[in-house]
């Protein structure tokens, strides 16, 4: 790893003055995929900005008809919370669900939206839920925050400080598990809403994570496993790698999203 | 350029001054000499530096020393108490939960941490709670066991 600055300011107006430095800086919140990225050398920012001083990004609140995560609020935090699993159970799953305690004891929401890798479990339940990004400067639809594998919406003097998540009437996250780091080879996030059905898909798309809007029309017609029968998931543009050819993923979009529908009830 | 940091490590206070990409791992073994927190993969996968930061679970090859500045550590060190054992590290003696025991500081560091939440873990609780601590030795049997028996020990002190 090479060297660098390290700061850790106290406030979100400090931290954004070390953004807009000059320099090579990139923000820090758990480091769980920061160190490893500067392990490899595969970034070398000249400063790093460690944002877990920062009160404000951190905690839980239920705001009317959604609940309101802060960006440094970790996995296992939101795995643990009492508002998330009466409001959003699966949203608290998900969480739980993801690599081990120790990377959830340390992992954040802000990070892992952030960093956007395409088999991470945040981005289906954002989609899903129809969740909006909050950053310093102005609020986004999930949609328009992913911006493909790796990518978001995000711009270089940009902080994302909390996500609001609207209750769905009901939903479920089931994800087939890559079974050494338990990222997602193909998870399926469904939400019945006030809307109609969300269904959202992540680990299987070259471009990130998804909506499949024929099971969707059908699940909103119908909201029963059995609705999804005979509609299959086109294997173009999914990812093909060691884990799984793109047709096994595109079959498994099919398994996983009838899994969470029974699982939702 | 260094960093000054300052924590409590073990019970005691520590400081020195580090580089900003000096591992919490590598503060540890490096410049406390405490050897017992090792480094199996360095990629945060294997959970052989697993060591607790304010009493939770993190792995120290991915956590800078500066990140857990004013914090409290402890480390495999830590536990016995003046040469008795810790009931877990006691448990995995017992019931042979360890063979090579490069795996084990880790094994004992997250399990302690996972009887916080539940004082009586069951064997699904535990090796769902293992994923993130690899063993080569001992397929990982008895390292149940021994966690088993330890939250049993742990909850009945
Ligand atoms: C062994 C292992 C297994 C894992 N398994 C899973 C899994 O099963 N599913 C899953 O979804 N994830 C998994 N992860 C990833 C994990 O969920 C982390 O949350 C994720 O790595 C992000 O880490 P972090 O929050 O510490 O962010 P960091 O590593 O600190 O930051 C990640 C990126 O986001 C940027 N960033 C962070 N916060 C902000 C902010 N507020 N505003 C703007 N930019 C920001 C940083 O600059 C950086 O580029 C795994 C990681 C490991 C190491
Ligand atoms: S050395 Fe830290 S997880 Fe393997
Ligand atoms: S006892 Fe040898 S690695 Fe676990």
Redesign the pocket.
């Known amino acids: 790893m090479y060297n660098f600055e390290y700061n850790r300011p106290a406030s979100l107006d400090d931290a954004l003055k070390a953004l807009s430095s000059g320099e090579e800086v990139k923000l820090m919140a758990g480091g769980q995929t920061l160190i490893p990225t500067l392990k490899q050398r595969l970034a070398q920012p000249s400063k790093v900005v460690d944002l877990s001083g920062i009160a404000e990004l951190k905690g839980i609140t239920v705001e009317g008809n959604a609940v309101v995560i802060g960006a440094m609020t970790t996995h296992a935090t939101v795995a643990a919370s009492a508002e998330v699993k009466a409001k959003i159970p699966a949203l608290a799953n998900l969480a739980h669900g993801i690599g081990d305690p120790q990377v959830r004891n340390r992992g954040t929401l802000g990070g892992s939206i952030s960093n956007n890798d395409p088999a991470a479990d945040y981005p289906a339940a954002l989609m899903a839920l129809g969740a909006t990004v909050h950053t310093n400067k102005r609020q986004l639809a999930a949609e328009d925050f992913f911006a493909g594998m790796f990518t978001t919406a995000l711009e270089e003097d940009e902080i994302l400080t909390k996500v609001s998540f609207p209750v769905p009437e009901k939903a479920a996250y089931a994800k087939f598990a890559q079974p050494a780091s338990r990222y997602a080879l193909v998870g399926v996030f469904v939400a019945k809403t006030s809307g109609g059905v969300r269904v959202a898909v992540t680990g299987a798309g070259e471009d990130g994570v998804f909506r499949v809007s024929d099971f969707e029309a059908a699940l909103s017609k119908n909201f029963a496993a059995s609705a999804l029968d005979g509609i299959t998931v086109p294997a173009d543009g999914l990812n093909t790698d060691i884990h799984g050819a793109a047709d096994y993923r595109a079959h498994l979009i099919g398994v996983m999203a009838k899994r969470a529908v029974q699982a939702a009830g | 350029m260094a960093i000054s940091v300052s924590m409590t490590v073990n019970g005691k206070t520590v400081s020195g001054d580090v580089e900003a990409r000096t591992l919490l791992v590598q503060f540890l073994r490096e410049q406390l000499q405490l050897t017992g927190t090792h480094v199996g993969c360095d990629t945060s996968q294997c959970g ?1 530096c697993v060591v607790h930061i304010d009493g939770e679970s993190v792995k120290s090859c991915t956590v800078l020393a500066a990140q857990v500045n004013g914090t409290s550590v402890t480390t495999i060190e830590g536990l016995a108490n003046n040469g008795t054992l810790h009931p877990m590290q006691e448990a995995f003696r017992e019931h042979h939960g ?7 500081p880790g ?1 004992v560091m997250s399990a302690i941490d996972l009887v916080k939440t539940h004082p009586k873990p069951d064997e699904h609780t535990i090796r769902e709670w293992l994923e993130g601590n ?5 397929g990982y049997h008895n ?1 149940v066991k021994a966690i088993k028996a330890g939250a049993e020990k742990m909850s009945a002190a």
Not at chain 2, 98 to 104: A, S
Not at chain 2, 134 to 138: A, D, G, H, S, W
Request: charged share 5%; aromatic share 6%.
């Open positions: 052989a360890l063979q090579c025991g490069f795996c084990t094994m690899i063993c080569r030795c001992t390292i």
